[in-house]
């Protein structure tokens, strides 16, 4: 009964492992402070319900992040009136961890 528990819970810290791996390159992510970035990029999504933006962007030194496409929430959602799938943008962000959220944008 041991053994099964003991090869329980090394399957279930593999996909840890590998998810730590797959995010060395974005040492930001597994930063719990708060840290705030600019970056450009294109909407792909959005979700003005949920208050939610898809941007492709390009890398974000300043939270340690590489060019990716990710979904942020917006705050305040009103942010989101003016903006459109396939528009160009310049935004403003921050984030804590993995969470995200998009504190100004404008059209580029």
Known sequence: MKAIAACLLAFALV???ASAQAMKDMPGILNTAM???KGVGVVT???SKAAKVTIKHGPIPAVG???MTMTFKSTPP????NVHVG???AFDMRTKGM???VTA???R
Do not use: N, S
């Not at 009103?78 to 009136?81: I, N, Q």
């Open 105 to 107: 944008i404008q059209p």
């Open 35 to 37: 840290k705030t970035g």
């Open 65 to 67: 992040w590489p060019a």
């Open 78 to 81: 009103a942010l989101l009136r």
């Open 99 to 101: 969470d995200a959220e």
């Open 15 to 17: 996909p840890t492992v």
């Open 87 to 89: 528009q160009a943008v």
């Open 45 to 47: 999504a959005l979700d």
